[in-house]
Structures are given as structure tokens and as C-alpha cells.
């Protein structure tokens, strides 16, 4: 059958939604913010920090959906993160040492779930496929198994292209680390719970 919805024009997101469901799930979510302030310290101290790093595999994308400021819950959660990581090992958000620092071009990588074709792999081809070679050495990290069209096109110009396909956060990290680029770039944050954690780090 065919659903036939007819909404004002001048309805908002809120009088659609319902308001008053958003505001509790935001409440609901903070609680779970606060239950996580109070537990994580305890269970993270009992796991060795890449099994710590591991679980904090997880994301809250679709907070961004509500239509709301996001930006004082996302800082709370960052710190929790941040918390846990540097308590377990501060080692694994120290500065990746650059040991090219003398080479004449500057190493960027680039980490996404998303190297295929989508919107992800589509608006940021050209970012990783256009540098300029003899100013920057490419490192892709695609995180997702298989190729597409996409996929072979950034194998074919990054200077390293890693495949890594579902990897734990601590997995990606190792690498990242032992490529020691001078930059690092997330195409995208949130929609792969994978990226989430390793850009906590």
C-alpha cells in the first residue's frame, strides 16, 4: 500500500519528530553518559590498553539527527575516551614520531570504511587521487573488505594503500603509527565505529 503523509510547509523537524521524544531520548542518552563516567574507569583498568581501545569501538552518529546542538555531549564523551585511553597507556595518544621529516614531501593517510562507491568515496577520490605527488606521499587505509571501481582507482595513485578490512581499532592504529604520516585525515567521523576510536587516539 502506499503511506500518504501531508505536512504543512512551514512544519518543523521538532512538530514532526515530536519534541518532546527528543528531549527524552538527549536526557536518556546523557544518563548513559554519566553510567559510563562512573563504570568505564574500573572495567578499563582490568583490560590491557589495546583491548581497552578495541571497545571503545562505538559511535553516537545519529545524534546528529535530532537536529540539535551536540557539541556539549560529544565533548563529555570525548573526554571519557580520552580519560580511558591515557590512563591505560598515554602512549597511544603521544604524537606519532615523524621520522620523514627530511623527506621532501609531506605524508598524509587517509582512513575511512567508506573507499567505495557512496558519497564518502565519491567526494574525497579526488582529495587523495589530485595531491600532488611530488609534494605529497598518500597512505590509504580502507577498512572495509573488497574493492570496488573506486577502491582500485586510490590503490592505483596512493603511494600505500592498506587494506585492513575489519580490523580492530588497535589494528589500524599499529599501522597508522608505523607509517608515522605528518597528517591525518577522516573523510568521515561516526558513521564506522571504527574511525570513531581510532581518532580518539
Known amino acids: 500500500g502506499v503511506i500518504e503523509v501531508n505536512v504543512h510547509p512551514s512544519a518543523s ?14 536526557q536518556r542518552y546523557a544518563t548513559g553518559l554519566a ?10 583498568a582490568r583490560l590491557p590498553a589495546a583491548a ?16 540539535e546542538d551536540d557539541r556539549e555531549l560529544q565533548a563529555r564523551f570525548a573526554g571519557i575516551v580520552a580519560g580511558a585511553i591515557a590512563a591505560a597507556d598515554p602512549a597511544l595518544r603521544a604524537p606519532v614520531p615523524h ?44 577498512l572495509q573488505p573488497g574493492d570496488d571501481e573506486v577502491a582500485v582507482r586510490l590503490a592505483a595513485r596512493a ?5 585492513c578490512p575489519r580490523f580492530r581499532p588497535s589494528q589500524v592504529a599499529a599501522a597508522v603509527r608505523e ?4 597528517v591525518l585525515v577522516y573523510p568521515e567521523l561516526g558513521m564506522d565505529a571504527t574511525t570513531f576510536a581510532l581518532a580518539a587516539l
Open 13 to 26: 523537524w521538532r512538530e514532526l519528530s515530536g519534541a518532546d521524544d527528543v528531549a527524552r531520548s538527549r
Open 35 to 44: 553510567a559510563i563516567e562512573a563504570e568505564l574507569p574500573d572495567r578499563a
Open 52 to 67: 581497552l581501545v578495541d571497545e571503545l569501538r562505538w559511535t553516537n552518529f545519529l545524534l546528529a539527527y535530532q537536529g
Open 99 to 142: 621520522r620523514y621529516r627530511g623527506s621532501r614531501r609531506l605524508r598524509v593517510g587517509f582512513v575511512s570504511a567508506f573507499f567505495r562507491e557512496g558519497t564518502v568515496g565519491r567526494y574525497f577520490e579526488r582529495w587523495i587521487t589530485d595531491l600532488p605527488r611530488e609534494a605529497f606521499e598518500v597512505c590509504v587505509y580502507h
Open 159 to 163: 603511494d600505500r594503500f592498506r587494506r
Open 179 to 182: 607509517d608515522a604520516p605528518d
